[in-house]
Nanobody, 118 residues
Framework: QVQLAESGGGLVQAGGSLRLSCTASGSLHHITAMGWYSRVRGMQRELVAQIRRDGSTVYGESVKGRFTISTDKSMNTVYLQMNSLQPEDTDVYYC????????????WGQGTQVTVSS
């Protein structure tokens, strides 16, 4: 089992920045990627950014050039630096840890609220 603890959400004005953190604990050896997802208006979670153990990253189209995902060396903690925030970035952001040959390891945090005022 893997537990994920998120922090760093809050209220910020448009154009501002926030940094989200997610710390993983438990059996992490089978985790191959960690990332952040947002829930768009109650719909299916949408990829914001993901980082893999080899250091490769993937970003959602709407955040490219504004958000940066990074991790510590052991990939116990993943960060999301959010710059140039806009009101449309307002959402709940969920941390995800993923792995296994069949993707059978798929863990989620509780979510952290990000609110951007205009």
């Amino acid at each position: 089992q893997v537990q994920l603890a998120e922090s760093g959400g809050g209220l910020v004005q448009a154009g501002g920045s926030l940094r989200l953190s997610c710390t993983a604990s438990g059996s992490l050896h089978h985790i191959t990627a960690m990332g952040w997802y947002s829930r768009v208006r109650g719909m299916q979670r949408e990829l914001v950014a993901q980082i893999r153990r080899d250091g490769s990253t993937v970003y959602g189209e709407s955040v490219k050039g504004r958000f940066t995902i990074s991790t510590d060396k052991s990939m116990n903690t993943v960060y999301l630096q959010m710059n140039s925030l806009q009101p449309e970035d307002t959402d709940v952001y969920y941390c995800n840890a993923y792995g296994g040959p069949l993707g059978e390891y798929d863990y989620w945090g509780q979510g952290t609220q990000v609110t951007v005022s205009s």
